[in-house]
């Protein structure tokens, strides 16, 4: 199957020359909010993967454009980037004016949501997250650089392991991606294992919220983080290198980072390269590590102020080039991502030593993985207005270190193909369908191996559609899933499951810059190897797991409705959600002891999540390049078994203000975040006391010849607050951070 997509997509793509069609031509201009052209504004567009640079009155043109819908992005160093939109019939010309204002914030393009659209377009509730967004709030991982947008919170297993979750939804329930495809490493099997995608060198990342499963698949029931990097280019920039440099320093753990990423290209070949490196001590907190309960006898101990075991390494490289033709594009990549990190409130204990010889080893897992991708697309083919084609293989392994010695080892080598071709209109309906192939061979060979060796094949069929009119959209899509599971133990059964997902949608905008969406979905999540099969000790989550051959497909049907604001002086979203588990599978505590940890085993019944996200943006002075605004955000969820009882690590309640300056060269910001008591727990499950954090950033923007560079001082928890995340399964033992400052510098040319 593999050898038959390649095949087919490179006859395509020398097929494609042959296709002749009636083209138009898009001209328009790039100005300031007062008017004055930008001259060194680089204008994208994004559905025929096209960039060109502007003249001197900032003017653009783009010929022979393909009748549709299209979006342009233009972007320059010094103004930031904004949005124009053009719609194409056969040999008509467009004129598009587009305006950047760098005090103020634009929607972003979001490619996750099937076709490329904006934030304001997409039927669920979405986020993206922004070069120097990224660049403000960034952490050594990707949960915790998530962790302050709405409805996001993360697994925090310490400073190198810490997965998202999306309204109380992780593990298995939450996809994670790079450009599109999954990252095929073990994170979903356990929360101490570190997720291979290095946020540092990300140019986009978005979050959808709530369901995903028609594009991704069914472990994308609670949402989907897709991390934009651009390893394999999909255009040839306007200018031959360009690139940027950064440099991070921080005081809580010492931190030392340093990156670099260049883009470049000359005719039709494009070309990709970037280069990370990060190192940090244990970090510092402001408190005892090991939490005491009322109660309970303090050891006497003398607290360090330092988390033992918190430390970490880690680099990562990426070179990946394309052939960039007039229609289409067809490139490859590799990456290299290493990392070695301790697993803090974690130790190896020995029992053949005596109680006189018994030391304790600290645990630190050393990681490696080796990925190639393949990405291709042909745009104008008969019916189809482009057709896309995604691979990727992955060698994976890492092991768990209990001093010196190799406690366990884990290895999965993974392979994800995706097909998805765009139809034109045929009326007002248009839309895309696709085929999605994963395999993963996993194994664990050790003491803690609670996994049996397992190899997962999934096949899936998708189909979206959708009908655009002047203020009302509708949407609709289905999918099938076919998942087999082959387990090499013969006491073990192989197992297959099916699943079908089914969703609508709508969005109405009853004015400019306003609009109300709604989406009901029917998502179904196939059980994962760990749920059927697991049986042993679980160190990392203090627990001993035992799966059931018996599970059963886990559906749900989620009601998303979404209020959103995107242009005047108030800004923002509210986001309503509810959804409802039939069969949801989750692992309960038996009441019994094995091996000195509790047993727990996988079950499954019925459940509902249901909460609020809140963002809002409220403008209080604007003049010229200055910008001032009051942020706000708050998000809840709710999370109950129908039976009675609630689901074990979800996160609080949760609130923040703040203030955020743009003033030319300066920029400002400084906020509160409260995240209140945690009291609605699980059965064995502790309460979590609430804290308030307190943050800032100070920039500064200077520009030499066609370089920029930009300097940032940020400050975390400047009021050095003791603070445990609930929703961490090491939270009795591993505090966050105290207070930290961090500086960094980038150039960018």
Do not use: C
């Amino acid at each position: 199957m593999k050898r038959f997509l390649t095949t087919a997509f490179i006859l395509s793509f020398v097929a494609a020359a042959a296709i002749a069609q009636a083209t138009a031509t898009i001209t328009g201009t790039v100005r300031t909010a007062e008017g004055t052209p930008v001259t060194d504004a680089v204008v994208t567009l994004v559905e025929a993967r096209r960039s060109t640079g502007v003249s001197a009155d900032g003017s653009f043109r783009f010929e022979n454009v393909a009748p549709g819908h299209y979006h342009l992005r233009a972007e320059s160093r010094r103004l930031g980037a904004a949005l124009g939109e053009a719609e194409l019939d056969a040999g008509a010309n467009r004129s598009v004016e587009i305006v950047l204002d760098p005090a103020i914030h634009s929607e972003e393009i979001v490619v996750s949501a099937g076709e490329s659209r904006r934030e304001s377009e997409v039927y669920q509730p979405v986020t993206v997250v922004r070069e120097d967004e990224i660049a403000r709030q960034l952490q050594p991982t990707i949960g915790e650089t998530l962790n302050q947008e709405p409805g996001v919170s993360s697994t925090y297993f310490g400073p190198g392991a810490s997965r998202p979750i999306i309204r109380g939804l992780g593990s298995d329930r939450i996809r994670i991606l790079s450009e599109g495809l999954g990252t095929a490493d073990a994170s979903n099997v356990s929360p101490d294992h570190a997720v291979t995608v290095d946020p540092s060198t990300a140019q986009q990342i978005e979050i959808l919220r709530g369901p995903a499963t028609l594009l991704y698949g069914s472990n994308a029931v609670g949402g989907v983080v897709n991390v934009i990097d651009e390893r394999i280019p999909n255009r040839v920039p306007a200018e031959a290198i360009s690139g940027r440099v950064d440099l991070r320093g921080g005081t809580v753990s010492d931190e030392r980072t340093g990156s670099l990423a260049l883009n470049g290209g000359a005719g039709r070949l494009a070309w990709h390269l970037d280069l990370t490196k990060r190192d940090t001590d244990d970090y510092e907190i402001p408190g005892p590590a090991e939490h005491h309960h009322e109660g309970e006898e303090e050891e006497e101990e003398e607290h360090t102020g330092v988390l033992e075991n918190s430390s970490l390494e880690s680099q990562a490289g990426t070179i990946g080039a394309s052939f960039v033709g007039e229609r289409g594009f067809f490139g490859v990549s590799f990456n290299r991502f290493e990392t070695n990190y301790g697993i803090p409130g974690h130790a190896h204990h020995d029992e053949e030593e005596t109680d006189e010889e018994h030391e304790e080893e600290l645990v630190r897992i050393d990681m490696k993985q080796n990925r190639f991708d393949v990405r291709g697309e042909l745009t104008d083919l008969g019916i189809f207005r482009n057709v896309r084609l995604r691979l990727g293989s992955t060698d994976y392994e890492h092991v768990e270190l209990e001093g010196d010695e190799v406690g366990t080892r884990f290895t999965n080598d993974g392979f994800e193909g995706r097909l998805e071709a765009t139809h034109r209109p045929f009326g007002r309906l248009q839309g895309s369908l696709g085929i999605q192939l994963t395999d993963n061979d996993f194994a664990a060979v050790g003491e803690e191996a609670f996994v049996p060796a397992t190899t997962t094949r999934s096949r899936a069929a998708f189909l979206f559609e959708e009908i655009r009119g002047e203020r009302l959209d509708f949407q609709f899509g289905a999918r099938y899933e076919h998942q087999d599971i082959s387990v090499r133990e013969d006491a073990l059964p192989d197992l297959s499951f099916n699943g079908v997902s089914a969703s609508i949608g709508t969005i109405y905008r009853p004015s400019e810059g306003f609009a109300i969406a709604a989406s009901l979905a029917r998502a179904t999540r196939l059980p994962t190897a760990t749920e059927l099969y697991a049986n042993g000790p679980h160190v990392a989550t203090s627990q001993f797991e035992i799966g059931d051959v018996d599970l059963d497909e886990e559906t749900s049907l989620g009601l998303d409705v979404s209020f959103r604001k995107t242009a005047g002086r108030l800004r923002g979203q509210i986001n309503l959600f509810n959804n409802s588990f039939d069969g949801f599978i989750f692992d309960a505590p038996r009441g019994e002891e094995e091996d000195g940890l509790p047993v727990f085993q996988y079950v499954q019944a019925d459940a509902t999540f249901r909460g609020i996200e809140i963002d809002g943006h409220a403008e209080i002075w604007h003049a010229g390049a200055n910008h001032l605004e009051l942020e706000a955000g708050a998000d809840y969820v709710r999370a109950e078994l129908d039976g009675g009882g609630n689901l074990p690590r979800i996160p609080p309640l949760r609130a923040s203000l703040g203030l955020r300056f743009e003033g030319g060269p300066l920029s400002a910001s400084a906020e509160v975040r409260r995240y209140f008591t945690q009291d609605d727990v699980a059965e064995l499950e502790e309460e979590t006391e609430g804290y308030t954090l307190v943050n800032a950033t100070v920039g500064y923007r200077f520009f030499a010849a066609n370089t920029v560079h930009d300097l940032l001082l940020r400050g975390t928890n400047l009021t050095d607050e003791l603070a445990r995340q609930h929703t961490s399964p090491l939270k009795e033992r591993t505090p966050l951070p105290g207070r930290d400052f961090t500086l960094s510098y980038r150039v960018t040319f």
